[in-house]
């Protein structure tokens, strides 16, 4: 993915929301690299990252009983290694957010980052530093991050990548708690990968949008998208004629 900054197009690129695909362009950029449309998409998914954080315990559960169940009596045996998928998701989704908690904190000079960073409340400080400023976030330059943890390589992250980054470390989540039922996997085809990867999430409130979403690739269509869709086995052009 790349951005130019004289044709100022959304950074999404062919994943933004509102791609054109006749003409093959993004939306025009909004008031951040990111088209507005793409940035209200971000601005819903990114808080629901507390929710998934939640969850993802939730799914560790049943592991923690059937290890507990499965230690021999009377063998003081070490309890069996519990480290699966979900609670790893779940530290780098308190790695990235805190990460950027910390650049956002400095940019709007607020306070100082606190020096807990772990666990489900420092999810919940660091959704309530940067939800209300996806703007300032995805308008951040390029900046130096250690994206894989502290051990891993440096990188130059954009503050719109880093947005969909967080994009993403949701709709991971929600496709690792698919097996909760609480995401289904719809008939069809990723306009923009190609792949049976199409997903909704099921609202937690009535007035959650329905949005389809690939998995592998982060493409979003509002719902009324994907219902014209699976009606004329086509995807509906977002910008200019008449759909
Ligand atoms: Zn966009
Ligand atoms: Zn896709």
New binding site residues.
């Given amino acids: 993915m790349h951005t130019s900054p004289d044709t100022r197009h959304?950074?999404?690129d062919a994943?933004?929301?509102?791609?054109n695909r006749t003409a093959g362009t993004?939306?025009p950029?909004?008031r951040t690299p990111?088209?507005?449309?793409?940035?209200d998409a971000a601005s819903r998914d990114i808080p629901r990252l507390l929710y998934d954080y939640i969850d993802l315990e939730q799914l560790q559960a049943p592991t923690l009983s059937q290890a507990l169940n499965m230690q021999p009596a009377g063998k003081s045996a070490p309890p069996m290694p519990l480290k699966g998928e979900p609670e790893a998701l779940q530290a780098e989704i308190a790695y990235t957010l805190t990460m950027w908690e910390e650049i956002i904190r400095d940019v709007c000079q607020l306070s100082p980052m606190p020096d807990v960073r772990r666990g489900g409340p420092n999810v919940q400080r660091a959704l309530g530093i940067l939800t209300p400023r996806l703007d300032v976030l995805a308008n951040q330059p390029p900046t130096t991050v250690y994206p894989n943890g502290p051990e891993g390589a440096p990188q130059d992250i954009a503050g719109w990548e880093a947005v969909h980054q967080m994009q993403r470390l949701h709709h991971r989540a929600r496709g690792m708690l698919g097996r909760t039922h609480r995401t289904t996997h719809l008939p069809g085809t990723c306009s923009t990968c190609g792949l049976d990867q199409l997903h909704r999430d099921d609202p937690r409130h009535p007035e959650d949008p329905c949005d389809v979403y690939c998995q592998e690739c982060g493409t979003t269509w509002p719902h009324d998208d994907y219902q014209t869709y699976v009606t004329q086995l086509v995807w509906p052009t977002r910008t200019g004629a008449a759909a």
């Avoid at 994943?15 to 791609?19: A, L, M, N, Q, S």
């Avoid at 990111?34 to 940035?39: A, S, T, W, Y």
Wanted: glycine share 12%.
């Fill in positions: 959304c950074a999404s994943h933004c929301r509102y791609y993004p939306a950029a909004g990111l088209c507005d449309g793409c940035l």
